[in-house]
């Protein structure tokens, strides 16, 4: 891959060079063709659910396929018809998301995903296919149910258990009812056969532990989410599986709100300090998820105690050869205190990350190059990790009332647009101070939500019916928030009162619209 740079990790970064060269790599074959389309799998075993990516809208397995066929499990043929499409230089529908980005001219995970370690070996093959084949991941995501001890504003019953309950009693979550645009943001789903029971058979879970051994070694990530994994016994299961059968190659990651009770905290986190002592695996990287500050991020995060999850996630970064990634998505609540969120954050790379830009110099001269903690102290405890303290800034794109796309010009103006000049003003991109600030990949994450926000809509334009309907429902939405968790939007938000206003008046216009009709 002479045509890549690397950095002074060895790592094949995301730099403007490499993604020039993956852009043009990829679009020789097709300007659809995406490495992820191929390589990374999200598996919901609870549903019986599957995506490719995680930006494509899930979709059933079918049940006849995977008896026939058990991997079929991780090669259905919604899957396998996204891949001739891509293959005949086509762009598959189900992949806007990325389309989007691109016809923006903003890097797409198109390009992101297709130059990580797990999918860039892979193209010389994957070119070759066909798209008929049944393949082996090397990037695996699996949620094995959705049991889950909180209720984020974003999520839903498929993914939490909690959210199951909320609507049982409460009923679902509509929105701009009694207008011809009333949407549901959740309830719609069969609250009772969303997942299978842990006392039923589940012939999803059944199939993916017949095929495990056969795919495992192909793993160069393996991935588990949820619901809240740390309490599903499955995730138990497959520690203990690492630990019977190590996988030297093997990148494992855990994704975890880290609000569990003491004693299963305290077991999970013996059982990956174990595992990455005596080098059962490669690495291992616990995922986590925050988009705000204090009661705000409090507020998009129903049962989150903010505090408890800053001492458990600097815990994670102490432990030594841990990458702790907070996936902040970015949403309308985060907005006016994602900066608060970016500024701990930083402290937290600037005492916790490696620097192996001035490592040999210390090793050379005696002198500590780096505030606490020396750079080979770092080092020494992070052998495999470039970083330890990471952020990934995802979009959001359900519910859509909660979009950024859809946020007034003020609330870019006075919290967005200077939330990016933070960032940007941060970033480590010298050979000093590497990995003290934010990566170049990390603001590119937050830049691109921010600049899609500009072409979405102009400053000043107010002849966008769509965005009336959507802030009209968002008006709904955090009031019927309200009404379940007892909470008071305004009171967390004080700032944000004028756009509530604005999005009260859009609801009582479309109300009266709609009863003119």
Wanted: net charge negative; with cysteine; proline share 5%.
């Amino acid at each position: 891959m002479s045509e890549f740079q690397t950095n002074d990790d060895g790592y094949i970064a995301p730099s403007d060079h490499n993604i020039t060269a993956i852009k043009n790599k990829l679009n020789a074959i097709g300007s659809g063709f995406c490495l992820a389309k191929w390589n990374q799998i999200t598996l919901h075993l609870g549903t019986g659910m599957i995506h490719s990516c995680h930006h494509p809208v899930p979709h059933k397995i079918p049940l006849d396929e995977i008896r026939a066929t058990p991997l079929a499990l991780l090669n259905t043929s919604v899957m396998k018809a996204a891949r001739k499409e891509m293959l005949a230089n086509r762009k598959p529908k189900e992949c806007d998301y990325c389309w989007r980005i691109e016809t923006n001219d903003g890097n797409s995970d198109r390009y992101l995903k297709s130059i990580e370690p797990w999918a860039l070996p892979t193209f010389d093959r994957t070119r070759q296919l066909t798209g008929d084949e049944d393949v082996f991941p090397s990037y695996l995501e699996v949620s094995f149910g959705n049991t889950c001890n909180m209720k984020c504003t974003y999520c839903g019953p498929e993914f939490s258990s909690m959210w199951v309950e909320d609507l049982k009693e409460h009923g679902p979550v509509k929105l701009n009812e009694g207008t011809p645009f009333t949407s549901w943001a959740n309830g719609w789903q069969d609250l009772d056969s969303l997942n299978y029971r842990n006392r039923d058979t589940n012939p999803y879970l059944d199939t993916f532990w017949e095929i495990f051994p056969e795919v495992y070694p192909h793993l160069k990530v393996y991935r588990i989410t949820g619901g809240e994994p740390l309490l599903n016994k499955e995730l138990f299961k497959t520690l203990d599986w690492i630990k019977a059968n190590p996988n030297p190659d093997l990148d494992l990651a855990i994704n975890s709100n880290l609000a569990v009770p003491d004693k299963l905290w305290n077991r999970f986190v013996d059982a990956i300090v174990y595992l990455k002592d005596n080098k059962c695996l490669k690495k291992v990287s616990v995922f986590t998820s925050v988009e705000g500050w204090g009661s705000r991020a409090e507020y998009g995060r129903t049962g989150l105690d903010f505090g408890l999850f800053q001492s458990r996630y600097e815990q994670l970064c102490a432990l030594g050869n841990i990458n702790a990634v907070i996936m902040a998505t970015y949403n309308i609540f985060s907005v006016t205190s994602f900066q608060q969120l970016l500024e701990w954050h930083l402290d937290l790379k600037a005492k916790y990350n490696p620097n192996n830009a001035v490592w040999s110099t210390e090793i050379k001269t005696g002198f500590n190059l780096l505030p606490g903690d020396s750079a080979v102290a770092r080092r020494e405890r992070n052998p495999h990790h470039a970083t330890v303290v990471s952020i990934d800034i995802p979009y959001l794109r359900h519910p859509a009332p909660l979009d950024v796309q859809y946020v007034d010009d003020d609330l870019v103006e006075q919290y967005m647009l200077p939330t990016l000049d933070y960032m940007s003003k941060n970033v480590t991109n010298n050979s000093w101070s590497r990995h003290q600030g934010f990566e170049e990949h990390e603001l590119e994450k937050l830049k691109r939500i921010i600049v899609n926000r500009l072409h979405f809509k102009n400053k000043g334009q107010t002849d966008r019916h769509d965005v009336e309907i959507q802030n009209a429902a968002f008006y709904d939405f955090v009031n019927d928030m309200d009404r379940r968790n007892k909470t008071d939007f305004c009171s967390v938000f004080p700032e944000m009162i004028p756009f509530y206003e604005r999005c009260k008046h859009a609801r009582e216009k479309l109300r009266n619209d709609s009863a003119s009709i």
